[in-house]
């Protein structure tokens, strides 16, 4: 295994940043007494993968980068609340899918009373993000009003996350929501299956699909060596 790649190069494959942001960390079988890998090292990585998802501008994030350099801990508690944030989405999206189609009686993915409770704590925390968001009259033609998250900068982009997950929640199909398949060999990741006949399987078919199939071959050989005496 080499260096874990830098978060600024992970390959977005969620079709939403929400999913985009679950896939910030490794989701497929657990290593041998290992954490698995969360690429959002520090708040540094989390403010370049915030931009790079287009959540926030780069004045934006210059905003936000120097309250955060100032205050550490303000950094910090940013940090802990995006991983929540995650982490809370990930169990309600594993919920969300449905049995596979191949094994219509089986059980879905995720756990339905995590999901509940993680719906709880999203609820706060959108909560809090929409008591700092304003009003904005845009005079444009036709003049609209956007209601605008992040007003507060040590807080910009927990609060533009809460808005993508509440987002994310509310207005996509989630009977489109995927998880790159574990026990075939994938990766674990979450997507938003955008293919017109929902077939897609893979997260990325370039790496998992082909790993996956490589990794079936390699087994068969193995067992096919485990035979002969
Ligand atoms: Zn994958």
Redesign the pocket.
């Given at each position: 295994m080499g260096m874990p790649l830098d978060v600024c190069r992970l390959p977005l494959?969620g079709g939403h940043p929400a999913l985009d942001l679950v896939n910030t960390v490794e989701r497929?079988a657990p290593l041998d007494g290992e954490p698995p890998h969360d690429y959002l090292t520090d708040a540094s990585a989390l403010l370049r993968w915030t931009v790079r998802a287009g959540l926030i501008s780069d004045a934006e994030a210059d905003r936000a980068g120097a309250v955060w350099r100032e205050d550490p801990a303000a950094a910090q508690a940013g940090l802990a609340a995006v991983r929540d944030l995650r982490e809370g989405l990930h169990l309600v999206l594993l919920a969300a899918i449905q049995p596979s189609a191949g094994d219509p009686d089986g059980p879905g993915e995720g756990d339905p009373i995590a999901a509940g409770a993680a719906l709880v704590r999203l609820h706060e925390r959108w909560s809090g993000a929409a008591a700092r968001a304003t009003l904005v009259l845009d005079r444009g033609d036709p003049p609209r009003i956007r209601l605008t998250y992040g007003t507060v900068p040590a807080m910009l982009i927990p609060d533009r996350i809460a808005e993508t997950a509440l987002d994310v929640l509310r207005t996509a199909d989630l009977t489109r929501v995927r998880r790159?398949p574990v026990p075939e060999g994938?990766?674990?990741?979450l997507f938003l299956d955008q293919s017109r006949n929902g077939s897609r399987r893979?997260?990325?078919m370039a790496?998992?699909?082909t790993a996956a199939k490589s990794r079936r071959l390699t087994e068969r050989r193995r067992a096919a060596r485990a035979g002969t005496p």
């Open positions: 494959v497929g790159c994938g990766c674990g990741w893979w997260c990325r790496d998992c699909g």
